[in-house]
């Protein structure tokens, strides 16, 4: 069987210059995902808010809940 080493096998041909770019690319990558809220999400929390907005915290979860779990997923794309 055989083994592929990934970028291990291709290391010893790269100059630290361009290892240093692809780290810098695979970091920028993982932020640029980590911002990305799709249009569903929005909608999801837009919703929530809605109902949480119009029971007025008579239900469970309370608006405070929600508005709690809104900022953490805000939070989480800066």
Same mark, same amino acid.
């Given at each position: 069987m055989i083994?592929? *080493?990934g970028r291990i096998k291709w290391s010893a041909m790269m100059l630290p210059e361009h290892v240093k770019m692809?780290? $810098? +690319?695979? @970091? @920028? @990558? #993982? *932020? $640029? #995902? $980590? #911002?990305t809220i799709d249009e569903q999400? +929005? $909608?999801e929390c837009d919703e929530i808010l809605s !109902? %949480? &907005? !119009?029971?007025?915290? *008579?239900?469970?979860p309370?608006?405070?809940v929600i508005l709690f779990h809104l900022h953490l %997923? +805000? &939070?989480? &794309?800066?």
């Amino acid at each position: 069987m055989i083994r592929d *080493r990934g970028r291990i096998k291709w290391s010893a041909m790269m100059l630290p210059e361009h290892v240093k770019m692809l780290r $810098e +690319w695979a @970091e @920028e @990558e #993982k *932020r $640029e #995902k $980590e #911002k990305t809220i799709d249009e569903q999400a +929005w $909608e999801e929390c837009d919703e929530i808010l809605s !109902q %949480a &907005i !119009q029971s007025r915290g *008579r239900d469970n979860p309370s608006l405070l809940v929600i508005l709690f779990h809104l900022h953490l %997923a +805000w &939070i989480s &794309i800066d």
